[in-house]
């Protein structure tokens, strides 16, 4: 039995001087949906070139179902969609999709796989002469033209409206509940979220963190409390009000307060310890309104993560 | 393969820009030159009307393969899907022979049509030597088509272009394209694999068989025209 669809041991990529991945250490299993996400520049689109052989690692290795990404490619167990993936032009889609079926070992049918990507209608149009969105879904079309046992999809909904990348994200579900092992890039943290049962973050070319969305979101510990101030309100407060006073409430990690109304101010806090803040501001002699205390989403979430581990290369940095 | 095969030739044949530079361009340019030149003298030691047939049968073959192959596999290495066909299971070279299947069989219309004009307005040759001049000219196209993945590979698309255009001009210009190469220039001329190319239809005249010099000449050309082609596919798919 495979229990390991792909592996990254010890992976390290550079181009000049500039470290793209750096020791990465990852194992896939059979029927995960798995998110790789991390900003511009973080190694997402090396990592998946690394995992489709399409470049060579400098240090470590990649496999791919126990064998070179290669070997497994030939043998039609991955599909992959990239993001720099061009298509033939002067061909019709049908034509091409005919194609990417006809030289997969386990290929599907024509029909089939144009009706799962979502462009029997387009059957008959020039590749040429698609739109962005459309083509993605061509690109898409092509990863899933064979039974693969991997589908590898970079950025997959890049250049779609909002009504279509729904539409695209059933797609998406319907080859992870078809049992296949689904690996996407993505800048889209909602797609992560809603799709991907395992989180990857990827930053500056390392792993920094590894679990479900809800695991994320809890590893980056913080809540949010919101509220308004009135003026009014501050009569039997001491003194007039200063946004000092938040800034030293427990727990606080970092304050935005605005002013569009006069007398009354929006304040947002994120905060470590969201019942030691509130807490903090009812001894203040403060009085907020319409108070809501929430957990960050994925995306803050992803924020907070990233900004630590800058925090902490800087003051390595600082340190040497 | 076959499946890529057939798409690729499909392809060129429905761009229109191919078959206006290569089939219509050298049977029009063919027309003026016989009106331009004395069709009664000899050129390059054929008769004028066939001199003249088979420089502009090659010029369309070259064009083909030249801007076939080189314009198409730059922009295609640019565009992404050669790195996205290196995800199927075609083996690497699929595509660089699909691109030469599809030159070999898109040279075959731009030799024929000319090849008919000629007939058409009197050039007279055994059915042997008709057949063997078309199977010259086509297997000679080879050697450019090589040529042209060579380029494909060696150059981004916005200069690949000019590359080819320079290149293919320069050949033509001092191969006997436009004008039979004489004197000095001819000395010239025996590395330049438009003239050999050329050369090739010289059986034809009573007398003369097939010039092995030309082949022998166009065979070295090939060689290091394959060469080339392969250690710049190497190259790039190490870039990815």
Known sequence: ?320 | MTTLIRLEILRTLRNRRYLLFTIAYPALMYFFFIHAYDSTKLAGGLPVKTYFMVSMATFGAVGAVLTGSAQRISLERKSGWVRQLRLTALPGRAYTFGKIAASAVTTLPAILVVFAVGASQGVSLGAAQWIGLVAALWLGSFVFAALGVALGYAAAPDSVQTIVMIAYMLMSLFGGTWFPVSGSLEKFAQFNPVYLYNKLATFTQPGHSLDTVAVAGLAGFLAVFVAAAAVLYRRDTRQA
Request: with cysteine; proline share 3%; charged share 25%.
């Open chain 1, 1 to 320: 039995m495979d229990t390991e669809v792909a592996a990254f041991r010890g992976v390290g990529k550079s181009y000049g001087r500039v470290r793209a991945v750096d020791g990465l250490d990852l194992v896939l299993r059979p029927g995960e949906t798995v998110a790789l996400l991390g900003p511009n520049g973080a190694g997402k689109s090396t990592s998946l070139d690394l995992l489709l052989g399409l470049r060579e690692p400098d240090q470590g290795s990649v496999s791919l179902f126990g064998g070179s990404p290669r070997e497994a490619i030939a043998a039609g167990r991955v599909g992959a969609m990239l993001q720099s993936g061009g298509l033939m032009a002067d061909v019709k889609v049908r034509e091409l999709v005919r194609l990417a079926c006809d030289v997969h070992p386990r290929g599907r049918s024509v029909t089939g796989v144009l009706t799962d990507a979502g462009i029997t209608e387009l059957a008959e149009r020039r590749v040429d002469k698609l739109s962005g969105g459309q083509e993605q879904r061509v690109r898409f079309a092509l990863a899933i033209a064979g039974n693969s046992d991997l589908i590898v999809l970079d950025e997959p909904t890049t250049g779609m409206d909002v009504s279509v990348r729904q539409a695209f994200w059933a797609s998406m579900r319907a080859q992870a509940d078809a049992g296949r092992t689904v690996l996407f890039a993505t800048h889209y943290l909602e797609e992560a979220d809603s799709i991907a049962d395992r989180v990857l973050v990827l930053h500056r070319g390392r792993l920094i963190a590894d679990g479900s969305s809800a695991e994320i979101k809890a590893r980056a510990g913080a809540r949010r409390v919101a509220f308004e101030l009135h003026d009014g309100d501050l009569s039997g407060a001491a003194g007039p009000f200063e946004d000092s006073v938040l800034r030293t409430l427990p727990g606080v990690q970092s304050l935005d307060v605005t002013a569009r109304v006069p007398g009354v101010r929006t304040v947002r806090i994120r905060t470590a310890d969201a019942d030691a803040s509130v807490a903090g501001l009812y001894r203040a002699g403060l009085y907020p309104r319409g108070l809501e205390v929430t957990g960050l989403g994925l995306e803050q979430a992803f924020l907070t993560i990233t900004g630590e581990q800058d925090n902490q290369d800087a003051v390595k940095e600082t340190v040497r």
